[in-house]
């Protein structure tokens, strides 16, 4: 039944027959069949089928829900069972809005010096994508937004609290400030993240609130190839303070904090609601409630 279930949630994540399977690491025919017992064990169609995958059927989009719910259960207990054994071992999986990949290394290495047998997979997405992915149990945990957005059913653990700079060439527009207005910044041509970016969407926000709007002559979903840019000391952009404060900026930029208004956000780790976490979910929440007031300092 488990396998079945497996099959399903791969089903929804690809949208494909053919890249579902192959993802399952079995023929097509075998998926089909197995999907055709599923439905023969719970008595209703759960997939619209035609030439190729249309969608699922109300009861296959409820069925989901309990295969999601189902297969994180049966996961966990393996997980915890395996703990007891031998200790924490595994991977764990972090979705991460791209803003904030200059702090993972602040939970993910005191983890490793705890627990030196856990691996970690990072990948780096929109705010949205991070929900969905946790959702579809194929991330773990999740380091984004908490308060701006709806985030939906997750446990969220506050890690710090955003703020943002001007990042400009010495020599550029305001580059003699001490600090600059969201009005000033409105008059900057600037290098931004994409609109499909949160972190885009509250810089645009604060911009409009302030009776102006951004004029990227750059845009890209790549911190680095932002960084890049501002780094070569011809370019201005906004960033997090704390996404600054790593990315190591030469002389030739400068870090202007952006008052009037001070705009902050909430980041934090969510995770799934299910109880019991996992232990190794478990402990990456206790190192995450550990290590946030230093991420506040």
């Not at 809005?97 to 990948?123: D, K, Q, Y």
């Amino acid at each position: 039944m488990i396998d079945k279930l497996e099959l399903l949630l791969a089903l929804a994540k690809e949208r494909h027959f053919g890249r579902a399977a192959e993802a399952c690491g079995v023929t097509q025919p075998t998926m089909s069949t197995s999907l055709k017992q599923l439905e023969e064990i719970l008595g209703v169609m759960l997939v619209q089928r035609g030439s190729r995958f249309v969608g699922f059927t109300p009861e296959g989009e409820r069925a989901l829900d309990w295969a999601r719910r189902i297969v994180g259960d049966t996961r966990a207990m393996k997980q915890e069972i395996n703990s007891l054994k031998d200790g924490l071992t595994g991977e764990i999986r972090i979705a991460a809005i791209p803003t904030v990949l200059g702090m993972v290394a602040s939970l993910t290495t005191p983890f490793r010096a705890r627990h030196p047998n856990v691996r970690f997979r990072i990948v780096s997405c929109t705010s949205s994508d991070v929900l969905g992915l946790l959702e579809n149990l194929e991330v773990d945990a999740g380091l984004t937004y908490i308060e701006n957005e709806p985030v939906g059913k997750v446990r969220t653990t506050p890690l710090y609290r955003e703020s943002y700079r001007l990042l400009t060439s010495p020599d550029g527009m305001f580059g003699d400030r001490d600090q600059v207005t969201w009005k000033d910044v409105g008059q900057v041509p600037l290098c931004l993240l994409t609109p499909d970016m949160q972190n885009r969407r509250i810089i645009d926000r604060a911009l409009r609130e302030a009776g102006t709007e951004a004029t990227p002559t750059l845009t890209s979903n790549s911190i680095i190839v932002l960084y890049t840019h501002v780094k070569t000391g011809r370019w201005s952009s906004v960033m997090p303070a704390k996404l600054a404060e790593t990315l190591g900026l030469s002389d030739a930029v400068r870090i202007i904090p952006i008052v009037d208004p001070l705009v902050t956000y909430s980041i934090g780790l969510v995770t799934s609601p299910r109880d019991p976490m996992t232990p190794l979910i478990a402990e990456l929440v206790q190192i995450a409630r550990d290590v946030a007031p230093t991420l506040e300092s």
